[in-house]
């Protein structure tokens, strides 16, 4: 499991963007789709580092993939 540590929500959902996901809804967390899969970020600053690889995972990227997007 990659370890993402001191990643802000704005930044990752910025990044997520870039690998071809979209904003569906936003509330306490957000959720971002792209068509197929479904991703929920927290709000919380900085994202937790599981938390961050767990979701990087969900997205079908690599840690270094994601680190590029940011």
Request: glycine share 12%; aromatic share 4%.
């Amino acid at each position: 499991m990659p370890r993402i540590p001191g990643v802000n929500h704005r930044d990752a959902v910025r990044a997520l963007g870039k690998a071809g996901f979209w904003v569906a809804r936003q509330g306490k967390h957000i959720v971002m789709t792209d068509g197929s899969r479904t991703l929920t970020i927290p709000r919380g600053n900085p994202i937790h580092a599981i938390t961050m690889g767990n979701i990087v995972r969900d997205a079908g990227l690599t840690e270094e993939q994601f680190r590029r997007l940011l």
